[in-house]
């Protein structure tokens, strides 16, 4: 499940990371690396984050134009060709570059419809664990990256209240 990637896998690289290394360690997280990085337990111990293309996304976050096409990936294709196959072929859609576990896209196709992405309640998830995290955090996202639109990469930023951010 997406959120795992966060909880366990994300948690355990810097349990990993702070046990062999004396020194401050940071996150470097692109995309969905940012996203996640409240769900992971050991993130209070990090000496800081950086992120690159991260947003939260929700679908009403794009411009009309690039909305619509959004919605029909998101709420039909993604649903149904998840439906049918255990992967998903994210790189056909410019989603990444490989296939996808088909219920970590189901996960992003319900968390992308809500204003709240992943921390709206229905989803459970411990929204207080972002807001805990007190850590310097550069956030970079670009102009012309059509996945990232501003509004999101604002709404990411929110979600970390706790620290000191520094945009570009």
């Known amino acids: 499940r997406l959120h795992e990637w966060g909880a366990l896998d994300l948690d355990a690289g810097i349990e990993f990371a702070l046990s062999q290394h004396k020194g401050p360690v940071f996150v470097l997280g ?8 409240g769900l992971a337990p050991q993130a209070t111990q990090l000496a800081g984050m950086i992120s690159v293309a991260g947003s939260f996304p929700c679908l009403s976050r794009w411009p009309l134009a690039r909305r619509l096409p959004l919605s029909l990936l998101f709420q039909l294709t ?14 056909r859609f410019g989603l990444g570059s490989f296939a996808l576990p088909s219920t970590v896209m189901r996960d992003w196709s319900r968390w992308i419809l809500h204003e709240n992405y992943l921390l709206e309640p229905r989803f459970g998830f411990d929204a207080t ?10 956030a970079l996202a670009f102009s012309d990256d059509p996945m990232v639109p501003e509004s999101a990469f604002d709404k990411l930023i929110a979600v970390y209240p706790g620290c000191a951010t520094e945009r570009r």
């Open 129 to 138: 664990a972002y807001a805990a995290l007190q850590m310097p955090f550069f």
């Open 30 to 37: 692109h995309s969905i690396g940012a996203q996640l990085c």
């Open 78 to 91: 993604i649903p149904l060709l998840s439906a049918l196959r255990p992967t998903f072929p994210a790189r």
